[in-house]
């Protein structure tokens, strides 16, 4: 059985791990079924492998490159009670992993601690996203999680200065003890993978009429810092802007070529300084939109096949609602459901056909026309195999092994 090489972005491979590729089978086996009768068959019986769960809206940042700053500090939560039915739902029908993650700050959620426990007691895979200006909550439940969960620091910055101007904190927060915050956790569970994200911003982005403070230059000192301070990886993702008219995410949308020459060399030039930083101690990861952007397939990203498949398999649970796609958040044309859509069995089953729906009428190929989409090839390689004459039966089966989508 083979193992799972890049268990960050292969998520073809993460299809066929063993504990997924049965359901994934059916899921092949349905969507060609579909295709060769104008009758809408039922989809196979199964939760998403995967849910980003977004517990609140509060943020206690004012981060200008958000790009959920129009739902964040909404004044709405997720009820303790139906995160705990959403998840004994959604786990008896096949769910292996929790992000929390989105639309606000995780850890600003009452019942915060409770929650990730909770999650942990049921087996489950975590991964928990953070500002990372309430630490001491997740140091709290540390030794809870397993060899394989993460905790991911938004950080952006490898200095006060650049951090204040990235974040806006509405607090003084100093940079430099939730770097010495994150260390402790680490040292208090090694098992845990801990992540600092560095979200890309060169000269000129604008967002919502604001220049944003770039930090292109600080990309080989994070990568120093993140070693001196015990993080397992650094993750580089380009950044996003939420496009007034439709809302929805978009990537390096320039239409002078020169500039966008120049962004390519700048982003090249210190991407490749933060390898040399790195030296082999510490692991970069580079993501599907970045490298699209170094290797200048920015518009190959952009053409997506019609049916976005990976609805079937990853789905975001929020206060305001369930969408098939965290790039969708909020976006009426990719709510699948209420807030409690997996509550119970029968809220399952209408947001698992209103799922099937969506699979069927979402048009992605025009609707994520302008996304840089994580899952491009993941959902151009599901597309492709549905429409040839390969059998299903003989998928290779991959190890387990992570499971967040």
Known sequence: MKKLKNSAFDFSSKLRQSSVVERFKDYLAWQRSIRLTDNCNKPPDFAPVSINLD??????????????????????????????????????????????????????????????????????????????????????????????????????????????????????????????????????????????????VWDGVFLNGKKLYPNIGEMADAVKLAAEHSFDFVSFKPCLVRLEDSHKESLLDISEKEKEKKIIFDIKHNLKQAQQAAQGSIKLLESVNLKAIIDNKVDDLKRQPKTCHMHFFNTVVTSAGIFHCPAFRGVDSARLAEPCGYCDQELFDETLNNTANSLKNFNAEKECGIVGCFYHHVNWWVEDFVCSDKKISELSTIEDDNFFF
């Open 55 to 200: 517990l609140t809206s509060a943020c206690n940042f004012a981060c200008p490159h958000c790009v959920d700053s129009e739902i964040i500090n909404l004044g709405k939560s997720l009820d303790l009670d139906d995160v705990k039915k959403t998840l004994n739902v959604l786990q008896a029908r096949g769910l292996l992993s929790v992000i929390l993650i989105g639309g606000g700050e995780p850890t600003l959620h009452r019942n915060f601690e409770e929650i990730a426990l909770f999650i942990k007691d049921k087996g489950l895979q975590l991964g928990i996203v953070t500002n990372g200006s309430q630490l001491e909550k997740i140091e709290k439940i540390a030794s809870a999680l397993d060899k394989g969960d993460w905790v991911r620091l938004s950080l952006d910055a490898a200095c006060q200065d650049t951090f204040k101007k990235t974040h806006l904190p509405k607090k003084k927060i100093l940079f430099k003890d939730i770097l010495t915050n994150a260390q402790n956790i680490k040292k208090s569970n090694p098992d845990i993978s801990l992540g600092y994200s560095f979200v890309i």
